[in-house]
């Protein structure tokens, strides 16, 4: 009782200054679990990183959304598509770089996670205190995926691994395991090589094309497929991926994407998302072909879970769980 008296205390003079923060039953919340369910590893990463933040109101978020829509009429961002390997060339290049010249695992974290930048969260607009807050948030949500989802496998394929942080967070949370990142760009397979000479994990990889799947590649038996922030460049030219996965068949699939399904456009901030996820010719019909697939008997779709944060744009990381049947 005290403990609870004192969480409340805190919020309380947090709010007073127009301040908000993350505690276990926050995130417990957001992942649609109890918070009875996290680990003694997760609740550290909670109790000791910043969680603060600043909810945009009044004047504040009127401007941010008229920027916003702005941006979206006036197509102020690049689109993704299969034409688009050599800008992530380059951006994988940089953070190969980075690694090299330091053997931080920290030069991993992808430049598009920015400091200081406006993020989604609840529905809403916010500032975080932290310039870490966007990376930590979403290292404890992918650690509880993990934990949750990829604990019975033997082998963990992600595909589209880009910089390859989330093969480094694998490899941590499952040193035991084969760990195997895969991703169109050379960049990153080169970032794969490096890992596997200055790490003790076991970690490999090699060339993957979402677009067009190697012919004769086979996942390995007991194995596990995820996806992080990947997919979304894909629009709606996810079949050659899709039927790649149902004729591999893997034990489970992960996926943490936007998912354009679960927006409603009747809420102002996810009204902006839709347009936002169209313009980009981000993910967009993918869970309505899972959902097709199971009433056929296909698949089992495990769990379907908006995580109700990203970037400025989207929620860019809710959970789909599924594997063939």
């Known amino acids: 009782m005290a403990a609870d008296k004192k969480k409340l205390d805190k919020k309380q003079k947090l709010r007073a200054k127009n301040i908000s923060t ?7 919340r957001l992942f649609g679990i109890r918070p009875d369910e996290f680990s003694p590893e997760i609740l550290k990463i909670i109790r000791t990183r ?6 945009l109101q009044g004047e504040e978020r009127s ?39 330091t053997s931080d695992i920290s030069k991993l974290i992808p430049k598009y996670v920015r400091p200081n930048q406006i993020l989604r969260l609840d529905y809403e607009y916010i500032k975080p205190f932290d310039v870490s807050f966007e990376f930590n948030i979403v290292d404890v949500w992918r650690q509880w995926v993990f934990g949750k989802y990829l604990a019975s496998v033997d082998v963990v394929y992600e595909f589209g691994c880009g910089s390859c942080q989330h093969i480094v967070a694998l490899a941590k949370r ?27 994990w076991k970690i490999d990889g090699g060339i993957f094309d979402f677009y067009a799947p190697p012919a004769g590649f086979s996942l390995e ?25 149902l004729i591999q068949r893997p034990s489970i ?17 996810d009204e902006l998302a839709i347009e936002y996820v169209k313009k980009r010719n981000y993910l967009r019909g993918y869970l309505t ?34 594997r063939p049947k």
């Open 221 to 245: 038996k007991n194995s596990a497929a995820v996806t992080i922030g990947a997919m979304e460049q894909l629009g709606k030219n996810f079949d050659p991926f899709l039927k790649f996965l």
């Open 289 to 322: 072909r899972l959902r097709e697939l199971e009433k056929r008997g296909t698949v089992e779709i495990m769990r379907v879970h908006r995580f109700l944060y990203g970037g400025p744009g989207h929620d860019s990381y809710s959970l789909m769980a599924w």
């Open 22 to 28: 993350l505690f276990v039953e926050d995130f417990a």
């Open 174 to 200: 499952f040193p035991e395991k084969k760990i195997l990142g895969f991703d169109w760009a050379e960049s990153s397979h080169a970032i794969i090589k490096e890992l596997k000479v200055h790490t003790p």
């Open 50 to 55: 910043d969680f603060r933040y600043t909810p």
């Open 63 to 101: 401007a941010f959304i008229d920027a916003f829509r702005k941006r979206i009429a006036d197509n102020d961002f690049w689109v993704s598509g299969s034409d688009k390997k050599d800008r992530w060339e380059t951006g994988w290049s940089e953070n190969l770089e980075e690694y090299r010249a």
């Open 253 to 269: 699939i992960v996926h943490l994407e936007t998912i354009e399904e679960l927006y409603d456009p009747a809420r102002e901030t």
